[in-house]
Structures are given as C-alpha cells and as structure tokens.
C-alpha cells in the first residue's frame, strides 16, 4: 500500500497544480516572471511547512482505526465532489473547465492594472500567484498527509509512506513545471476532466476502503479488495454518465441556441433571428 500512496498523491496533485500554473502563468506574463516566482516560492514554503506540521501530529496522536474511519470519510465526500463535476460535464449539464479561457480572463484583469517594471516585485502579482499556489498546494497538501498516514500499518512505514506521498506530489509539481516552461501557456490540451474523473474515482475507493477498514471491515482479498471498488464505482459512473445524457441538458440547450444564432447571424448579419423564429 506504500507504493499506492505516490501514485495517488502524483494523480491527484496533477489536477491542482494545472490549475495553479495557469495563474502563475498570467502573472508571469503580464506583470514579471520575479513576482510570479516568489509568490510560488513562499506559497511552496508555506505548503511543506503545513505537511511537516500536520503529517506528524496525524501520524503521532491519532489512532489508525480512528484516523482510517475519518480520512475515509473525509476522502469520499472529497472524491464525490470532483466526481459530480466531472459525471456532470461528460454528460454535457456542465460546461467543460476551459483553462484558456481562465488565462484570457486573468490577462485582461491583470493588464487593466497597467504594467509594472520588470525588476520590481510587484504586490499584487505576488498576491496572486501566492494565493493560488496556496489555495490549490492546500488541497495537495490534503492528499499528501491523508495518503502518506493511512497507507501503512507500523510507524516506520507510516514514515515511508508520507515521504512516498510527498516525492509523488513533488513530481507531479516538476512534470506540470517543466511541460509548462515548454509550451509557455495554459495546459488547454491537458485532459484536466480526465483526471477529475479518475483521481474522483480512486478517492473515494480509497476512501471507502479505509473507512471499512477503520470500522473493523475485513476485507476479502485484502490490498486486492480495492480493485472491486474501483470497478463497482467505474460502472456506477459510466452508467449516471449514459442515463444523464438521455435527459435534456440546459448547457446544451444553450450551446444549441447559440449555434443557431450564429448561422442566423451569417446568413442576415443585420437582422439576426430571435429564438422564436429559430423554433
């Protein structure tokens, strides 16, 4: 289960850190690459001391059965939240996370501004990039100390566990990075629903195991028990995906209209249609 451990943290660290790289993406670009860098660098700081902090108490005060039954529950509600989102999206009553979108958006915003020199560190875009580094790091933070803490039985593995966690998120924040650094934009190409939909699935099988397990459920086939999990919830999520994209969808009404409008628009660009005429 040790080795389980770096490889949730890495998947689930995936999604974050996109989005986190967007808006330093933005600073960098419209403000300087020195306010974009140091915000990370103090909200990176900020995040390993929370890991230090917490992971050790978690590990030293609480029980594992207890600390099993609490991050099993707590991971479900969180893996069910970004499963929701993404059973949503695939079945077109949610639009898709447009990350270039976001980028142009906080262009905008942060040109309104006016430009700054290159050489200063500049408060707001340190702000911002701190901000976001921080809020998305805090969510990898999460994964990091409740999969480091949960995967192992003894102390010693307790110890190897959060330190497997930790190098999976660190590398998940060296490959989001150094892809970033190549393209110089917003990772648009990413499968970010994807990875919402996978990390959502592994979360809350992992939640529903160790929460058994912190219930005293013996679970047949041990480790391999997790396996059934993720096949049950994989099933369940492709079939709300079928059934909810048999009932009409508001966003895709919308997306239809729009549609329309646009071919009403090119055929008479100065009497566009009303929706009553399109129907």
Known sequence: MIWSSAISAFLASLV???EALTIVLVVGVTVNWKSALAGTGVAVITLIGLIGVFGTALVVYI???????????ILVLFGLKWLKKAILRYSGHKALHDE??????EMRAMRDRGITLPNRIDAFGFATAYKSVLLEGLEVAFIVITFGTTAAQTDQEKSSALLYSALGAVLAGIVVLVVGFLVRGPLTRLPENTLKFGVGIML??????????GLGIDWPGADLALLGL????????F???RYLGTIPSPTRAKTSA???NEAALVNDPILPLS????N
């Open 63 to 73: 029980p594992i059965e207890i600390l099993r039954l609490v991050v099993g529950v």
């Open 204 to 213: 809350v099988s992992f939640g529903t195991f160790w929460g058994g397990e």
């Open 239 to 241: 079939g709300l995906v």
């Open 100 to 105: 270039e979108a976001l980028y142009e958006e």
């Open 230 to 237: 993720i096949g049950v919830y994989l099933l369940t999520s």
């Open 258 to 260: 729009s549609l329309q």
């Open 16 to 18: 974050e850190f996109v």
């Open 275 to 278: 929706q009553e005429e399109l």
